[in-house]
């Protein structure tokens, strides 16, 4: 699945470049396995990601503004528990995350070298009754071509699935709160500032499926800073609004699930207005348009 | 892993410990012990911990704690009674975290020394031989060395079929650096290893007795006279406990450790300081 704009956390998974998939899909073992059922019945399932961006931005904080970036994720998940009662499923998740930049603040860059950030995160989810989860992510940020000091975080997660009770017009709305920790001044924090940040994200996930097998959705969030989160770097002064974002996401199987699991390629564009903070890091654009391309799997 | 980093496999990780304690008591994990993976995808890692890092018998660190996170996802493309028996693509990650000079208390102040990434295919015939070849690029997130690719090619013979317990499997590794260097000397050097894995299983474990030697057919090992042939001598004794007799729906997990006796070239010995060392490891594995 695409995430646009980084609320990766939970989402991704791994990426397996385009040459990968055409290899599978001029194998004889991807044709005699076209209709195999369920390849994975296990309690593990493994996901991934290679997407293409014209830019990257972290919660409205810019991260590049030439050449392109890519984004390579993988994430393994465990069903570690599932029953009846008032804890519906328990799950954890692991994974990797990263972004590979072609510009200024990759190969082109001071550093000449493309890994611009390696994410990586724990995740313990909570299923409950009527489609509601909460959930907990560690997780760290750090660039491996020192284009930023590492961030530790912690964020919970509330979200409710209104499928159930709305169908093809639920919102399914989440918000989430995450807290920077272990930092110092300009060290430990994705706004460079002088203090620990708190963020906090509202968003919804409308969808609509069954569009000649594709799927569109269209994600809308907002991103604010509880404390100093956005901290601007010329005044100190913390912005409590740091972006809106809307996209439309097109995703389209390649296939049918075979033996390799399910692939897909999918496609989207996001719109994202800025607060003052997140503007000032934006070269003084108010918005910015992000256009993304990439395959992805589950397994 | 590829990159037979160390005839020596490790031992575990607290967190992913509890993580796996806490993932096969779970109700979940007694409903099924059959094939939880039938499919053509293939996950495997560990997290292993060792008291020294030796690259094909190049000192890289033995001070403070060095810890090897690894993943590989394997793609089983093809399986067949002909001539080629089996096609595989493999791609994957191997990690080298080090709390000590070459980590977090090194001049850096950063606890990830290495960051590799491979994708290799492999070829089965007959007779159990299998033929590789991988792409692998090493790389140093806290910039302690500077990235080297590599292309390697493996021949690997299983001879249980003829041998039974008494099965030496041994391979041959060729390996070209194509940019950057393992031994930051002038040229980029060619790798020859030969190894043999012996090994035999009791009631509630594995013992395996890995041995390698790493050779020098051009420029691998460059030292102040020139390029040694002989980089190194291993000869370890692993141990590997399974979690489970059975594959749970998790998978099949296993604790394992080992030692390695390491005895070096002289330019690895130059390097060191010394001209042996004896490694030590324990890891937590998955095979999924």
Known sequence: ????????????????????????????????????????????????????????????????????????????????????????????????????????????????????ESDFYATLGLGFGGGTSFSTTYTAYTSPNSGFTTVKEIMFKFALDDSGKLGKAAVKPYIAIA??????????????GAN???????????????????????????????????ENPLTGEDSTFGFFSIAGIVTAPLGPTTSFGAWNIHGGVEYQALGDTTEFFNGGESNQVIWSIGLGFSY | ????????????????????????????????????????????????????????????????????????LGFALHSGDGALKSVSLNIGTWNSL???????????????????????????FGKSTTVGVTYTVYTSPNQMFGTVKELSFKVAVDDTGLLGAAALKPYALLAQELDGQADGGANEGTYLEFGIGPGFSLSKMSVTVPVKVGLSLSDYYEGISGDETFGFLSVAGVVTVPFTSAPTRFGSWNIHGGVEFLMLGDRNEAVFGDSSHVIGSIGIGLSY
Not at chain 1, 201 to 219: C, L, M, N, Q, R
Not at chain 2, 10 to 34: E, I
Not at chain 2, 101 to 109: L, Q
């Open chain 1, 1 to 116: 699945m695409l995430s646009i704009s980084r609320v990766r956390k939970n989402a991704q998974a791994l990426a397996v470049a385009t040459c990968t998939t055409l290899m599978l899909a001029s194998t004889p073992a991807w044709a005699q396995d076209a209709a195999a059922a369920d390849p994975n019945p296990g309690a593990l399932t493994i996901t991934g990601s290679l997407d293409f961006l014209n830019q990257y931005m972290f919660r409205g904080i810019q991260q590049n503004n030439t050449g392109f970036a890519t984004w390579p994720a993988f994430d393994l998940g465990l069903a570690a528990y599932s029953g009846d009662g008032g804890l519906k499923s328990a799950s954890i998740n692991f994974g990797t995350w990263n972004s590979l930049h072609s510009g200024n603040t990759g190969s082109d860059g001071p550093s000449g070298k493309l890994w611009y």
């Open chain 1, 179 to 192: 807290q920077e920790f272990d930092t110092d001044i300009a060290t430990g924090q994705a706004d460079g």
């Open chain 1, 196 to 230: 620990a940040g708190t963020y906090m994200e509202i968003g919804f996930a409308p969808g609509y499926y069954g569009i000649s097998k594709a799927s569109i959705a269209f994600p809308i969030k907002i991103g604010m800073s509880l404390s100093d989160y956005y």
């Open chain 2, 1 to 72: 892993m590829q990159r037979s980093r160390t005839a020596v496999q490790w031992l575990s990780v607290c967190a992913l410990t509890v993580l796996v304690s806490a993932a096969t008591a779970s109700p979940a994990r007694a409903q099924g012990s059959t094939d939880p993976n039938p499919g053509a995808l293939t996950l495997s890692g560990g997290f292993d911990f060792a008291n020294a890092y030796f690259f094909r018998g190049i000192f890289q660190d033995d001070t403070g704690v060095v810890m090897w996170p690894y993943g590989d």
């Open chain 2, 98 to 124: 080090h709390t000590g000079d070459a980590g977090s208390n090194g001049p850096s102040g950063k606890l990830w020394y290495e960051s590799d990434f491979y994708a290799g295919a492999s070829f089965g």
